[in-house]
């Protein structure tokens, strides 16, 4: 089995900066896309931001381009959210996902999805 936790949701005032941070734990041979979705009070889940397992390929929600940026450090199985200029239509819980996780070479891939995170923005 796969966990997946998050860290470094919290308060911050618009125009603030604030890193979340979503550890993969388990027994895991490979993870391909990993990414940051959010969910709002009264609206759907929606992704903000993934990357591949390379790192190369990066995808960005219009609504965060130029503002959040996306990493991940594979030897750690972790996966970054730095995200700046906060705004307060950011004000979300923050879920990260990890897709076609293996846990032996030639395994099934599975998805997970972490407890989530609250980022609250103040105006």
């Known amino acids: 089995q796969v966990q997946l936790v998050e860290s470094g949701g919290g308060l911050v005032q618009a125009g603030g900066s604030l890193r979340l941070s979503c550890a993969a734990s388990?027994?895991?041979?490979?993870?391909?896309?990993m990414g940051w979705y959010r969910q709002a009070p009264g609206n759907q889940r929606e992704l903000v931001a993934a990357?591949?397992?390379?790192?190369?390929?990066?995808y960005y929600a219009d609504s965060v381009k130029g503002r959040f940026t996306i990493s991940r450090d594979n030897a750690k199985d972790t996966v970054y959210l730095q995200m700046n200029s906060l705004k307060p239509e950011d004000t979300a819980v923050y879920y990260c996902?990890?897709?076609?996780?293996?846990?032996?070479?030639?395994?099934?891939?599975?998805?997970?999805w972490g407890q989530g995170t609250q980022v609250t923005v103040s105006s």
């Open positions: 990357v591949t397992t390379s790192g190369g390929g990066t």
């Open positions: 388990g027994t895991i041979f490979s993870i391909n896309t």
């Open positions: 996902n990890a897709d076609g996780v293996r846990s032996q070479r030639w395994g099934v891939r599975n998805n997970y």
